[in-house]
């Protein structure tokens, strides 16, 4: 919601890893121990990797939000634009439901110890990676300002309270989206922090649940829990650092889980498999559910004021609905849209585009201001546009070809069976 072996890691292979699913797809095969039988799950569920690559790319947008005024956008263009923070909720229910199956299999300690192994190692390569692009894009700057080169702006670096050096430690350790300060580290960093720290508390209360109907009630009480903090916030209170940022995670994980409750129990109530021929059958509702969703999920955008105000619920019920009715089998629009050539390749590399476009219009804003633009201009902010796009995409796939892939666990080859060896029958 995806880590590999590299040879310097002491790693007991005698022991089997705990199955993770990855982030952008499917689950383990292997059901979850202790429920009752559970039917037939995809390895993979292409539309919500369609769906994370969609929501992926209107983050990259939001963060453009200011070029695309510069530009002269319609204003209800920039008021869609300016919502599509909302994604984040999006990416937790996400999250939380494709790792859902992982999380509740977890029993022990050593099991809490290897999933958050496998978190971190998930989290961390791609993240280190902007980190240190964001970092050298900063210490460029101070030196162009130390020496009195290039066009430097007047903003100081390494000065201000989300650029000093407890904010670039904060956001190296990826505490900064519950610790602070805020905006530490590069766009999007919080939130990566926010799904790590949040994922490892709730498997640690998972592992400490006796039986398996005690652990299917940690996703509810995850999401009650954080409806509860994010209640207790004013509606004016920053929503990406400290105890909004915490409480949109715990809520949003805790609503995936439930997703994942709800879709098994779809599943098991509907025949999908018919038992005289295997085909399978699609749930009716599900299309329409799923386009009338995907709407709804637009609208919340351009209504974000109303879904902060009522602190994020309304994402939070929105979102389960959209997963559930795009995870059963069905088709319809909203599944082809997803299932189109293009967003699976942007869902393929959501998790890196995610991570590192930050860093990469940083990069290119820095360039265009030491040159002496101005990046309020129509015409350099077009640029930052179609730089930051383009350089976001570029360098999505290199991290995901040789970051991410990089990474991820080597499954060791099944041992071929022995052939059998039959004796000639006696005449």
């Known amino acids: 919601m995806t880590v590999s072996d590299i040879s310097s890691d002491r790693i007991d292979r005698t022991q089997p890893p705990i199955p993770e699913a990855p982030l952008e797809s499917g689950v ?29 790319i209107v983050v990259v947008i939001f963060h453009l939000r200011r070029e695309f005024r510069d530009i002269g956008i319609p204003d209800s ?12 909720d999006l990416f937790f229910v996400l999250s939380g439901f494709v790792m859902a199956r992982t999380m509740l299999r977890t029993r022990h300690r050593e099991d809490f110890l290897r999933f958050s192994e496998l978190r971190v190692r998930r989290f961390m390569p791609l993240h280190l990676a902007g980190w240190a692009i964001a970092l050298l894009g900063v210490t460029v700057l101070a030196l162009c300002q130390q020496f009195g080169i290039f066009h430097t702006p007047e903003r100081g670096a390494f000065h201000h309270g989300d650029t000093n050096l407890r904010a670039w430690a ?13 905006f530490s580290g590069y766009a999007a960093a919080w939130s990566l922090s926010v799904e790590l720290w949040v994922n490892i508390l709730i498997v640690a209360v998972v592992a400490f649940m006796p039986t398996a109907y005690y652990r299917r009630l940690v996703g509810p009480a995850a999401f009650l829990a954080g409806m509860v903090v994010l209640a207790w916030t004013v509606p004016s209170a920053e929503n990406s650092v400290g105890t909004v ?10 609503a995936g889980m439930v997703t994942y409750e709800l879709y098994l129990l779809f599943m098991r109530r509907r025949t999908i498999a018919s038992p005289e021929d295997g085909a399978t059958q699609t749930v009716r509702w599900a299309a329409p559910v799923g386009v009338i969703s995907l709407l709804l999920l637009v609208l919340a955008c351009w209504e974000r004021g109303f879904v902060r105000e009522f602190r994020f619920l309304p994402m939070m019920m929105l979102a ?25 390749w942007l869902g393929s590399r959501s998790f890196a585009i995610y ?23 129509p015409k350099v902010a077009a640029v930052i546009i179609v730089a930051g796009m383009i350089g976001a995409a570029c360098l999505a796939e ?16 099944r041992p071929a069976p022995e052939p059998v060896v039959r004796e000639p029958a006696s005449v």
């Open 28 to 56: 383990p095969e292997s059901p979850i121990g202790g429920t009752t039988s559970a039917p037939a799950i995809p390895r993979r569920f292409t539309a919500l990797d369609g769906l994370r690559g969609l929501a992926a």
């Open 77 to 88: 263009l920039d008021r869609l634009i300016t919502g599509g923070y909302l994604m984040v």
């Open 170 to 182: 904060s956001s190296l350790v990826l505490v900064q989206g519950i610790l602070g300060p805020q």
């Open 245 to 254: 940022a915490f409480g949109r995670g715990l809520a949003g994980l805790g």
């Open 320 to 344: 389960p609905v959209l997963v559930v009715s795009l995870a059963l089998p069905s088709g319809g629009p909203a599944k082809w849209l997803l299932n189109t050539s293009v967003v699976q």
């Open 355 to 377: 991570a590192l476009h930050g860093p990469v219009l940083m990069s290119v804003k820095l360039v265009l201001e030491l040159r002496g633009l101005n990046p309020q201009a």
């Open 398 to 413: 290199i991290g995901h070809r040789y970051i991410e892939t990089a990474w991820q666990p080597k499954k060791k080859p």
